[in-house]
């Protein structure tokens, strides 16, 4: 079936870097994605990667692709309070299916 | 540029009576969807619209909720009669084209309440 797994929380302080795991269940999955959503907002696409690439870096943020394990992370380097939000992974076999997301709480 | 925008930002009312939500998307983007995402969860793909066709509706509770593009831009869409658990927010999103490489941007959503 489809379904996307995240852990529901991660804290870190600020400065330190944050990892957001995901796995995902589809393997026809195309692209794979990372949105941000902040309090009363929308999401925001942060980045996304093709399913033949295992690695993808912009800025701050890294990707990493395990299609063998069908396993995505996203890792921030030097996490800001700014960037406390909740982090959704998805996978897209035909249209995007979302995890529950990762809240993630940066401490100063 | 404007980004997608949606009204009203929220609503609450009671079991069984109808609501209805609007959204503008993105000036040329021909693609729109409507999301559901309740508390605690990611969004749910409602319906798919391309120019003023339905692309994909098949995870949309066809005994209550309805939505239109009527002439392919905003897009309404409605839930008669409202239950408990239609309580969510209400993502309109809109993208350039039906490929999975066009970024889907959000609208910021309606939030409903239905007591």
């Known amino acids: 079936g489809e379904d996307v797994e995240q852990s529901l929380f991660l804290s870190v302080r600020e400065g330190d870097s944050s990892v957001i795991n995901c796995t995902y269940t589809?393997?026809?999955?195309?692209?794979l994605y990372w949105y941000k959503q902040e309090p009363g907002a929308g999401l925001q696409l942060l980045t996304y990667i093709f399913s033949n690439m295992d690695m993808k870096q912009d800025q701050r943020l890294t990707v990493l692709l395990n299609k063998k394990d069908k396993h995505l992370s996203l890792r921030i380097a030097d996490t800001q309070t700014g960037d406390s939000a909740i982090y959704f992974c998805a996978e897209s076999p035909g249209n995007l299916i979302f995890g529950k997301g990762t809240k993630l709480s940066v401490k100063p | 540029e404007a980004g997608v925008a949606q009204s009203p930002r929220y609503k609450i009312i009671e079991k069984r009576q109808s609501v209805a939500f609007w959204c503008n998307p993105i000036?040329?983007?021909?693609?729109l969807y409507w999301y559901q995402q309740i508390l605690g969860q990611g969004p749910k793909l409602l319906i798919q619209f391309q120019n003023n066709g339905v692309v994909d509706d098949s995870q949309l509770p066809k005994d209550r909720f309805s939505a239109e593009r009527l002439k392919g831009v905003d897009s309404t869409l409605k839930i008669q009669p409202a239950k408990l658990e239609d309580s969510a927010v209400y993502l309109c999103?809109?993208?350039?084209?039906?490929?999975?490489?066009?970024?889907?941007?959000f609208g910021p959503g309606t939030r409903l309440t239905v007591t």
């Open positions: 589809d393997s026809s999955s195309t692209y």
């Open positions: 000036s040329g983007h021909a693609t």
């Open positions: 999103a809109s993208s350039i084209g039906l490929s999975l490489s066009y970024e889907q941007y």
